[in-house]
């Protein structure tokens, strides 16, 4: 199917500023959908509150456009009781990791089958460009006059540490890898954890004199190595970029279906 | 013993009148004196292919039945009051979407920690109120465990028809007490279905389009309709809108749906009410003691009424101020500093003839309590 099909064309035009990076997770997501053949009616898309939110209304799915940081929270109730179902959780990093954070943890912990994807821009773009979890030591923001004091979140540490089974980063610069990383991190049976960096020019870049989307896309480039990379050891700065983690743990709504067998059995 | 008598606390009715209704999801969190609801549960819906999960914490306890229930399942979740306040802006979620599911919360005492093992009815305007913007809800009573079975079945119910959560009020006394409950056979109340849309594959289904009667038939999530569920207002096809008459009428449907219908919501219990002098007007663990005081006065010859409140919101105006048209006092006897005085007050002729009983120390109300209130209106002490 065209990519045009797997979006509701009737409520365009987006909200995203132009140059943002959220579409680009959007259309990769959509073609790791498409590549992974899953029925429209079988996916479940869920988010929280952000700009990155919104893409549940211009995806033709089951979407559930939630409260701030709940996404999870509903996601887990629309999985355990319907697990059959594919769930992705799209959210922001400030969605995820400040207001929702417990939900994430708890989420991994019981590695229930859902893939959330972090749309991460380093800032809360929908507000007006405050400082985020994920936001960086000395980075600039409306809240951050004087520079940024807090220290950001290792989404890919913080994941691995609360027991995500598929963890991954990548960004809007490498499309066709952030493609293939969503294909894995859906069809995985556990939850997953995509860490994407996604730029904000409008806000990040423009607080943090980072230039233009395009000038923000290089620095993606330039900023980013694969996973094991030598160059690591020279320049410790580089983030890492690829699949830091994919293991078989149980999986929640398989284990309580296991729960179900045993109390049924029971007089 | 009949097969069918149990001897049980309210948490207890409630769980099995859950299950009368059809309860399949449940997610909640350790809260005293709710406790027992979530235990009990986890016990006995596996046992029918139903699903428990005990979240980290209120409030994703709260966004899990809503995920839920547009699965097309029956859900519920138990708190008391400080989860109860956790679990407001996610009521609200379920005001907005018009998400069907029923929350207990057993009342203690508060503001904050409390007294969670004490009783109190402080939560009354919480449940009409506690979460923000302009709305209704329905919330229902009880003051026994065959009333509480009774009520959360009438909950589940209405949530259904109206499409709304509904707060089910308990409160520690009768969430603790055991005593009896008989278990109606199968089919004795009438259970409603979810109402679900008769349009077909490959027609569009509008989410938000009530048929004429004004209900909104619903498409399970994971069925062949896909739409999209938001907190937004939005307009019929569940999609974002800030178009003044959009905001409108979505408000006036949130809020007519259930107050244009309080007649059919309203439960009450009447005890001596035809020839009242005075009458008292209850609610909860708190009707308990008033029916006590009613039926010791009759015994004496004094003319002492009760109306028993099971629906407090939305509150039933015209009922109360038909029964209290006649009367010469009125008391309303509850554990708080009077939330439900106050609606009484706005609904009668004359609010100057409306009193309060109450008892706010975290103890049970005594008749005492109440009679001493009634012994100064009828002159008879100081």
Redesign the interface.
């Known amino acids: 199917m065209p990519v045009k099909d797997y979006i509701r064309e009737r409520f365009f035009p987006h909200i995203w500023c132009p140059g943002c990076g959220h579409g680009t997770v959007m259309g990769s997501m959509i073609r790791a959908i498409e590549n992974l053949g899953i029925k429209k009616s079988d996916i479940v898309v869920v988010s929280g509150i952000g700009c990155s939110s919104r893409i549940c209304g211009y995806l033709d799915f089951h979407t559930l456009h939630t409260i701030h940081g709940r996404a999870l929270a509903f996601a887990t109730g629309v999985k355990l009781s319907r697990p059959e179902l594919t769930l992705i959780a799209p959210m922001g990093d400030g969605d995820a990791f400040a207001i929702g954070g417990n939900h994430l943890i708890h989420s991994a912990r019981r590695n229930i089958d859902i893939t959330a994807i972090i749309m991460n821009n380093s800032i809360y773009g929908m507000t007006g460009g405050q400082y985020s979890p994920l936001t960086g030591y000395g980075d600039f923001a409306t809240t951050a006059p004087f520079g940024n004091i807090d220290r950001s979140f290792d989404v890919v540490k913080l994941a691995m540490g609360a027991g995500a089974s598929f963890v991954a980063r990548t960004t809007t610069y490498h499309v066709r890898s952030m493609i293939k990383i969503l294909e894995k991190a859906i069809t995985h049976k556990g939850f997953s954890v995509v860490d994407i960096l996604s730029q904000c020019p409008t806000y990040f870049g423009r607080k943090n004199k980072l230039g233009s989307a395009v000038d923000m896309l290089k620095y993606y480039k330039t900023h980013t190595i694969p996973i094991g990379s030598k160059e690591k050891e020279k320049n410790p700065d580089l983030i890492e970029r690829g699949i830091f983690v994919q293991e078989e743990y149980p999986e929640y709504c398989t284990e309580y279906d296991k729960i179900i067998e045993k109390a049924s059995k029971e007089r | 013993m009949k097969k069918n008598l149990l001897f049980v606390q309210g948490n207890e009715a409630c769980v099995e009148a859950a299950l009368y209704a059809g309860l ?2 449940f ?1 909640g969190y350790p809260i005293t004196p709710s406790t027992e609801i979530a235990e009990l549960l986890s ?1 006995r819906l ?2 029918k ?1 139903g ?1 428990f ?1 005990q ?3 209120e ?3 709260m ?9 097309g ?1 029956k ?1 519920m979740t138990a708190t008391s009051g400080p989860g109860f306040s956790l679990k407001q ?2 009521i609200g ?1 379920a005001v907005m979407t018009e998400t069907p599911c029923v929350i207990v919360n057993v009342q203690r005492g508060g503001p904050s920690t409390g007294l969670p093992t004490s009783v109190s009815q402080g939560d009354v305007m919480q449940a009409r109120w506690g979460t923000h913007g302009e709305h209704s809800i329905i919330t229902l009573t009880a003051s026994n465990n065959q009333d509480a079975f009774a009520m959360t079945v009438e909950a589940f119910n209405l949530s259904e028809t109206f499409r709304t959560p509904v707060i089910l009020l308990f409160d520690e006394v009768v969430a603790h007490t055991r005593e009896r409950l008989i278990m109606p056979e199968k089919g004795k109340i009438n259970v409603v279905k979810r109402l679900r849309t008769s349009v077909k594959e490959g027609t569009d289904y509008h989410p938000y389009l009530p048929r004429e009667d004004g209900r909104l038939p619903m498409s399970d ?4 309709h ?7 207002m939005h307009d019929m ?1 569940g ?2 809108s800030n178009n003044p008459k959009i905001v409108y009428g979505l408000t006036h449907h949130l809020v007519d749906k259930i107050e244009g219908h309080t007649k059919e919501i309203t439960r009450i219990k009447e005890f001596f009410i035809e020839d009242a002098e005075y009458l008292l007007i209850s609610y909860g663990s708190s009707a308990r003691t008033a029916l006590h005081v009613v039926e010791n006065r009759r015994a004496r010859g004094e003319k002492v009424g009760l109306l028993e409140l099971q629906t407090l919101w939305p509150f039933p105006a015209d009922t109360v101020r038909k029964r209290c048209a006649s009367v010469n006092c009125v008391i309303v006897v509850e554990m708080n500093m009077g939330q439900i005085l106050q609606e009484v007050k706005k609904a009668v002729d004359d609010p100057d003839k409306v009193f309060l009983a109450n008892q706010i120390n975290g103890s049970f109300i005594t008749p005492t309590d109440i009679l001493n209130i009634l012994r100064i209106i009828q002159g008879k002490g100081s």
Do not use: H, Q
Not at chain 2, 63 to 71: D, K, Y
Not at chain 2, 221 to 224: A, I, K, N, T
């Open positions: 399949e999801f997610a016990y596996p046992k292919g699903k999960i979240m980290e914490d409030i994703s306890s966004c899990a039945i809503i995920g839920a229930s547009l699965t399942k859900v802006e996610a979620f999530f994971g069925g062949v896909r739409y999209n569920v938001t907190g937004l096809w999609f974002p």
